[in-house]
């Protein structure tokens, strides 16, 4: 079994518990993150193996044109919201595998930066959100429900750790549409 297919079946494992509990207050339309007030840009489904829903991914950014740049160096955050338990392995796994695919040599060369990043994710729960936000001058930090977990303080790697989802080769390109199209 190749290491993609495994990373599905631990999110697939991991999925302990069914029901809605997306809130409305977690998904406003805009969102200050201390460094500026960022307008919610577009929205999409997170769904493990294509088709089991588990939450919901928000990007925040100052300015919502058509289309989405999420590779220059303005302030942006992006929200993933929870409705299924998930173990914090699935993400790092998930992280490694795709951050590979889309960096390439780069990956190799900045590998011990994001295996550090990609420890501070932890189990979640139904209800639970990671925000990863990123300005030119803090780089990416990482936060669940509101509480700083860690931080990718290289710019041009925080702007890098993007790739997972918006890369060549994104963990799910329905999502990576969604979130490049912007809400009307």
């Known amino acids: 079994m190749d290491k993609k297919r495994f990373t599905r079946l631990a ?24 460094q ?25 950014l100052n300015n919502c044109k058509n289309p989405i740049d999420v590779f220059n160096d303005s302030p942006k955050q992006l929200r993933f919201i929870y409705e299924r338990s998930i173990p914090a392995k699935a993400f790092r796994e998930a992280s490694e595998e795709y951050l590979k695919a889309n960096l390439g040599d780069r990956y190799q060369a900045w590998r011990s930066a994001f295996d550090r ?27 669940l429900n509101n509480e700083l977990l860690g931080a990718l303080e ?31």
Not at 11 to 34: K, T
Not at 170 to 180: D, G, Q, T
Request: hydrophobic share 40%; net charge negative; charged share 25%.
């Open 154 to 184: 290289d710019p041009e790697q925080g702007l890098a750790y993007f790739n997972i989802w918006f890369g060549k080769d994104p963990f799910s390109n329905a999502l990576k549409e969604a979130l490049l199209t912007p809400e009307m």
């Open 36 to 60: 500026a007030e960022l307008p919610r840009c577009s929205k999409g489904e997170l769904k493990a193996f294509r088709w089991i829903h588990v939450g919901y991914a928000e990007l925040y």
């Open 11 to 34: 999110i697939l494992l991991g999925l302990m518990s069914f029901g809605n509990v997306y809130a409305e207050d977690l998904s406003p339309p805009s969102i200050n993150n201390q």
């Open 117 to 143: 990043f990609n420890r501070q994710y932890k189990d979640i729960d139904k209800g639970d959100f990671y925000d990863l936000i990123y300005d030119a001058e803090n780089g990416l930090r990482l936060f």
